[in-house]
């Protein structure tokens, strides 16, 4: 089974960009849609964007479009969230996980499994 391990979270101003990462270790990770989500304190997690095995295809949620990139190496066996423009909304701890169904799919069912989450916090 994939292992996933974000890391790049951090503190940054608004307006500022951060880059996450999704390194997986003991899977086929070129086979698996992927996708990050973020829970915000006292919310539901929500989903973030998702990218096909090839990496040919994205999808974003409207609060993402325009500003992040989601994007994998699958020969380094990593996904990223280039993330630009930030706002204090965006503030979250940011989860990467393993598709089960198709790159649209948005909730968090169809992903398994999880990394442990980095934060992110965008102050005003």
């Known amino acids: 089974q994939v292992q996933l391990r974000e890391s790049g979270g951090g503190l940054v101003q608004t307006g500022g960009s951060l880059r996450l990462s999704c390194a997986a270790s003991g899977g086929f990770f070129s086979r698996y849609v992927m996708g990050w989500f973020r829970q915000a304190p006292g919310k539901e997690r929500e989903f973030v964007a998702s990218?096909?095995?090839?990496?040919?295809?994205?999808y974003y949620a409207d609060s993402a479009k325009g500003r992040f990139t989601i994007s994998r190496d699958n020969a380094k066996n990593t996904m990223y969230l280039q993330m630009n423009s930030l706002k204090p909304e965006d503030t979250a701890v940011y989860y990467c996980?393993?598709?089960?169904?198709?790159?649209?799919?948005?909730?968090?069912?169809?992903?398994?499994?999880w990394g442990q989450g980095t934060q992110v916090t965008v102050s005003s």
């Open positions: 996980a393993t598709g089960k169904g198709t790159v649209r799919a948005t909730s968090e069912k169809e992903y398994e499994p």
């Open positions: 990218i096909s095995s090839s990496g040919i295809i994205t």
